[in-house]
């Protein structure tokens, strides 16, 4: 397993911008996929995006609609989440999430490690 820690999570109005990062400790990040998944107060945690172990592949849920882009750099054991145009509705706290698939994941149990989350809140 590896340890994961999410940042750049913050308040934003709506049709802003933020990045946010995960940064992996352990062995053998570049052969797990990844995920981000987000969860709103009593709502079940949704898949976002996953991107899998070599970055060339990639899926994400339909309510991205091209907003979100997700990258990873291996070199430096992290994964990003560009997100672009938000709304309110994208309030949550967002996790990443480590599969040892390797291969693009959208369901929970796919993932064996959870970094604590980031707060996303979107709101003039």
């Known amino acids: 397993q590896v340890q994961l820690v999410e940042s750049g999570g913050g308040l934003v109005q709506p049709g802003g911008s933020l990045r946010l990062s995960c940064a992996a400790s352990g062995r053998g990040f570049s052969s797990y996929s990844m995920g981000w998944f987000r969860q709103a107060p009593g709502k079940e945690r949704e898949f976002v995006t996953t991107i899998s172990a070599s970055g060339l592949t990639t899926s994400d849920a339909g309510f991205v609609q091209g907003r979100f882009s997700v990258s990873r750099d291996n070199t430096k054991n992290t994964v990003y989440l560009q997100m672009r145009n938000l709304k309110p509705e994208d309030t949550a706290t967002y996790y990443c999430?480590?599969?040892?698939?390797?291969?693009?994941?959208?369901?929970?149990?796919?993932?064996?490690?959870w970094g604590q989350g980031t707060q996303v809140t979107v709101s003039s």
């Open positions: 999430a480590a599969s040892p698939l390797g291969v693009t994941a959208i369901d929970v149990e796919e993932y064996d490690s």
